[in-house]
């Protein structure tokens, strides 16, 4: 390499040494930061801050991400295209509702496209796993679920698997904005109004869209009667 | 809810027992709910399977808690997105505005019918510009300003070359001189070319070095450019002291439709009363006599060549009859001393006729 070039290098990683010395000392205050001052930070430009912002979060959306699509690729897919949908529009972002909010609306909008594209091409579905299935039997589901304590009785065991694989399979018959719902509401913990803040609806609609979904999930396991 | 509505029959409740499983209702709803469900065994039934629902539901193994037991597919989230934040926080290469750089890239990608295309477009556009230009142009009538390189011949060159050959077409105006210099070489083009005029001067200037069929096709190739000073100015010369007569002659006769100018008219003057060669002499009084006769009104000049360094206005014909009385007494005493005392037979009865028909001329 010839000798400026050299010098360049050497400038160039000096000078990026530096600015990983000024965000180190950032990052070490960052954690301290309350949300709205990380966004702040953020929005200012501070990639540190955004990091932050995503370690405080990044768990949650992946999770959320996971149980809905069922994929691990999909979720990576959805984390990728939601944290980058965040990064690229944060400057449009003013504290009308809380980061939370605002990042599980993107979240649950990138959910949905997945959701309705894979509708759309039955062909990319999830294999289904089939759990060691028992023969349906005539006995109704809410029969099964008064012995508490099924590993006591291996009949028991098997048909609470069977039920599971039927939930599973109910799940999957879902619209994606219920799917999005239930599982918002059932293995996240949202209450009824924050999924509608994330959702971009009203509470109203995301009950409707509840009482939907556990409709076709009673209907499915009935089945089992 | 509004407070006047109580949640008493079974069809009004039925629906919000889901919710009240999973704890959405308001506290006056449960209330409300609670009392209903304490006398209706249906409800309760209904609200024991959304229980048996919920539990079924909390119990169901998590997508989440099997593939991302390990935090390995997080690792692995953080870091893509860490990649994919860099490429955007890099500068974008600009590469400027790139016209037909689909061709560009169209053509590097397919050589072959790159040349192809290539050898397409040069023929067409080798085969029709021409009758795509305007007519004016492809003639070269129309008006415009003609400009002429420099001459690329130096003087040493000029010097030393000798004259091969002179062919000049007075139709087309082509004149091409073949040279033997240190390297020989052919020039090709009119008289309004820079080489060819400063050849064809020089060697008029230069008469002892070349012989007189040379001259004598340097003044023939020089008749068109006879408006042009630096050719006229050779010609003159050559009429006034080429020691070949034939060569004077043929620049007398070059300069006929100049006689009006006071320099071709001094210099036919001059031939008249000095050269040697009788032949000379008849051609200067039928010159001079001729100019004289259509000089009532004064003899048009040729049209100016483009390219015309001169003549200047100062230089243009001042008008043969009004320019000088003087000048046609003198040319009248010439006359009339040839036909007393020339030589030759001929010029002086040439002289007499001249002096005769200037004479009737005047009469009329």
Sequence with gaps: MPLFRWGLALAGNSGRSGGSAAALATVTSLPNLDERALVSEAQGGNRAAFEELVRRYDRDVLRLALNLMKRPEDARDVYQEAFLKVYRNLHRFRFECSFYTWLYRIVTNVCLDHLRRRQARPEDQAPEIHPNRMEEGPRDFFDYQKEHRPTLDPERTLIGKEIQWRISRAMERLSPRERVVFEMKHYQGLKLRAIGDALGTTEETVKNSLFRATRKLRNELAGLR | ?364
């Excluded at chain 2, 990649?83 to 590469?95: F, G, Q």
Aim: glycine share 4%.
């Design chain 2, 1 to 364: 809810m509004n407070g006047e509505f109580k949640l008493t029959r079974c069809e009004d409740v039925a629906p919000l027992l889901v919710f009240y499983a999973c704890d959405e209702l308001t506290a006056e709803e449960r209330e409300q709910i609670l009392a209903h469900l304490a006398i209706c065994q249906e409800c309760r039934t209904q609200l024991s399977e959304e229980d048996a629902l919920q539990t079924a539901i909390e119990r169901m193994p998590q997508a989440a808690d099997q593939f991302e037991s390990s935090g390995v597919l997080l690792a692995q989230c953080r870091s893509e997105l860490s990649e994919s934040l860099d490429e955007l926080s890099a500068p974008k290469v600009d590469e400027g505005w790139q016209p037909f750089s689909w061709m560009r890239r169209w053509m590097a990608l397919r050589p072959g019918w790159s040349a192809v295309a290539l050898l397409l477009v040069g023929a067409i556009v080798g085969t029709q510009a021409y009758t795509w230009l305007p007519i004016e142009t492809r003639n070269g009538s129309g008006p415009g300003l003609k400009v002429l390189a420099d001459s690329t011949l130096t003087k040493d060159q000029l010097e030393s070359m000798q004259v091969a050959g002179i062919n000049s077409s007075r139709s087309t105006g082509k004149i091409q001189i073949q040279l033997n210099a240190e390297q020989p070489m052919t020039l090709s083009s009119d008289e309004n070319d820079a080489d060819v005029r400063r050849v064809l001067t020089f060697v008029i200037t230069n008469g002892d070095r070349f012989n007189a069929g040379v001259r004598l096709d340097c003044v023939e190739a020089l008749r068109a450019a006879a408006n042009n000073e630096q050719a006229r100015n050779a010609l003159l010369a050559a009429a006034r002291g080429d020691e070949n007569p034939a060569v004077r002659l043929r620049a007398l006769d070059a300069l006929r439709d100049l006689a009006s100018m006071p320099a071709v008219r001094d210099t036919l003057l001059e031939t008249l009363q000095h050269d040697s060669n009788p032949g000379v002499r008849v051609e200067a009084i039928n010159l001079l006599v001729r100019a004289l006769e259509s000089g009532s009104e004064m003899p048009e000049m040729a049209p100016e060549a483009p390219d015309s360094d001169v003549p200047a206005p100062d230089a243009a014909p001042q008008g043969w009859p009004g320019s000088s009385r003087e000048s046609e007494q003198r040319i009248l005493r010439a006359l009339d001393e040839l036909r007393q005392h020339d030589s030759n037979r001929y010029v002086r009865l040439r002289s007499a006729a001249a002096l005769r028909q200037i004479a009737q001329q005047d009469m009329q």
